[in-house]
Structure formats: C-alpha cells, structure tokens
C-alpha cells in the first residue's frame, strides 16, 4: 500500500513521475483568472490566523461543513477565528474521497511544512503552529504567492475600480509578480437585479456624467475599457447565469435602459434584447483590444432564498444549471464571427454534461491562424476534482487539440489556493505518461515534455500575452 500523498501522489506510472518531477513541478504558475485581492497584495497583507487566510472566502469548505452540520456560527458567523478552525478539523476526517482533503493537506504541507493529517486531536497544535508562522515576514500575501512560484496574476475587477492597487504593485520594484487587472461588467448588464439602478449611479459618479440613455452608458463602458487596457488588461470576464441571445436592437435597448430607471417591470423579452445588445457591443470592443473573452456559464446562483436574505451573495449557495447553453453560445460567437470581430474566447460551464458539445462547438469557430483560439476552460468551481479534471482533459484530447489547452486557474479568494496548480498538474502528467506507457502515444520525452510545458505554462502565455 502506497503512504498517503506521497512525493509521488496521482502520477500512476515511471513516465508520469519524470514529467512531473523534470517538468511540471519547477514550471512558473500565471493564474490568469481569480479572485485575489490587489489591495492585499499592494498592501502585503499578513493575516492574523490560519481561518483568516485559509477558511474566510472559502465557499468549498463552507458547504462541507453545512453538510456536517456545523452551525452557520462557525462558517460564517460570529464564532471566534479558533472556533472556525477546529469545527473545521471536526470535519476534516470525514472528508475523504473530497477534493477538500487532499487540497487541505496540501496546504497544509506546501505552505507551513506540516504533514499529520487535521482532526481534532492535533488541532491545537496546528492551529498554533500556523499562526506563528503567519507572523514572520515571509508569510504575507507576497510571501505567500512567491513561495507559490506565481509569475503573473489575472484579478477580476468592476469598471467602476480605479485600478489604484494595481498602479502601486506595478510601481513597486521589490515585488517582481505581476498582477494585471480583468474587466468583468456584469452589473452594467445584469438590468433585471434590483441593484441595477443603484450601479449605475455609481458607474455616474466614476465617469463624471450622468448615465440616462444607452449610448451613455455605453460611452461610460467603452471609456472603463478604455482605462483598464492602459493599465495592462488582457482579458474581459462574464458570469452568465443564463445564456439567451437575440439580434442586437440598439434603439429597443435604449427604451428598456430608460424604462428600468423610471422604475417600470421588464418583460423577459425586453431583457434579452438590452443584455444581447450590449454584451455583443462589449465582445466587439473586446476583440478591437485583442483581450481575450471568458465565460462562465451554467450557475445558479443563491438558490437558498432564506441563506441569501440572512447572508448575502457568494455564500456557498450556487449550483448548476441543466438548461442546454449550445445553441445561444453557438448564436453569440456566429453574430460576432459575421462581422469578424469574435475574440479569444474561453467557455467555462460548470455542468460537466456540457463539456463535449462545447468542445464540438468550439471546433466550429476556430481559425484566424489563432491556436486554440476557442477553449474549452479547465473543469471548473464543482468539477476541480480528480474525476472531473481527468475527464474533462480527455474530452478536450479527444475533440480538440489538448496540447494547445491552455491549463489551469485558481478562481479563488485564497492565497493558499495554488496547491490547485500542483494537482493539476499531477493529473496532466499522469494522463500524458500513462498514454505513453500504453502504447497510445510515443515514448518520446522531448515530445511529451514540451506537451507538458505547454500545457502548464507556454500555451497560456501566448493566448493571454502574446
């Protein structure tokens, strides 16, 4: 029997051990998509416990442990930061078979050495010796993504963000990481939320103008854009919850602009021509900036009305849409492929049934002498475990070209989350050389090295900053 997440943990054969170890282990990580705070970097935020850091903004653990039974208190109540913790070490040895247990010990090794397994016996231990960790210099935020051996960072950033943390890590020479902004407008689109009209006065009061028609809130868009891209965006971000497009009506856009901020209901239909219409515009502008364009599809989104009225958004409460995404996706990319203007394009669905129609799909709009230039995104949010991720990568080899997939992203809160890059990376090397032991690819070490790399690194950084 093998010992638990050994140095050799997931890679299944002699090849898989040599990729990783020789390759995918030493390879710079971009996170190209998450969800860090600049200001925690700019500032190089040291945290004042383990639960800070490690379980605050952690949907993944907060669902776990509901499922425990713990009570909100201890989630995301008023419990003490100890408290948390050792609820979560309650927790931990049931965990197994979860993503969560490997991902936790992970951390728990990677980042402050410690290899016994969390529960409530050692718990103390652990929880003291992390936080005085936590202390020493190194262990702030920046110390935390150099040790992650992180080259570049891709935020997720409201057009209403004056980028002032991004200026002040792009102006700081002793930290060599860089982080770029991603211009994610969904609350400029979202015109069904009841915080729609409250946005936009604030989207007013960046611009210096008010905002009473289409057009000038498409001229406060395109300007936002306009800002983001001087200061280094390579990549705009949208989170559909739903995907419904029409033809673009500008003129009906306008009315159905003007009809929300006199107050009055809009139709379904009304909703779905204003949404169309601006987001093709923004694809549109997204191409003109050579950004690349991200979708995250599928979700529904706080599905506990009682937790979302006591808690908020983002609390653990979203899950997967079943409703088939292919013919509106399909109806998207053709409007803006007519008028060539379709970007980059990263499609990300979080129900997994959908991957090979997207991956077919993608097929359909590739071209422009552009590698990949449609991808299929890496298993995401519920699917970033070992099946999911291994299923999804032979989806992609078998439909698409797999060595031109541009690899893995955090799409996290948390500073500890790149252990996620590691995992990934393991499972790659373990598919790749266990082809090659099989006979199914070629034992040829320069080729699936490179095909390693790629995956790892070099693919993504063409695609985002070529």
Known sequence: MRKFMDKDFLLKNKTAKKLYHGIAEKTPIIDYHCHLNPR??????HYSSITEVWLGGDHYKWRIMRGFGVDERYITGDATDKEKFMKWAEVMP???GNPLYHWTHLELRRYFGI??????????????KCNELLKKPE?????????????????????????????????DESFDVRVVPSYRPERALNIWRPEFCGYIKKLSAVVGYEINTYSELVRALDERL????????KSADHSLNMVKFCEPDEACADAVFRAKLEGRKLTAEQIDVFYSTLFVHLAKRYYEHKLVMQLHIAVLRDNNTAAF??????????????VSVVEPVISLLDMLEREDKLPKTV???LNPAHNEAL???????????IAGKIQIGSAWWLNDHIDGMEKHMKACASMTLFSKFIGMLTDSRSFLSYTRHEYFRRIVCSIIGTWAENGEAPNDMELLGRMVRDICYTNTKEYFFG
């Open 40 to 45: 925690e970097i700019a500032e190089d935020k």
């Open 94 to 96: 049931y965990c197994v």
């Open 115 to 128: 290899n016994d397994l969390l529960c409530p016996e050692n718990a103390e231990r652990i929880w003291e």
């Open 139 to 171: 262990f702030g935020a920046r110390g935390l993504i150099r040790r992650s051996n992180v080259e570049l960072i891709g935020t997720t950033d409201d057009p209403c963000d004056d980028l002032a943390y991004h200026e002040i890590i792009e102006k």
């Open 226 to 233: 306009d800002f983001f891209v001087a200061r280094g965006c």
């Open 309 to 322: 009225e006591k808690l908020g958004v983002d609390m653990g409460f979203d899950t997967m849409s079943d």
């Open 347 to 349: 499609l990300y669905s």
């Open 359 to 369: 991956m077919a799909l993608a097929t359909c709009f590739n071209g422009h002498g």
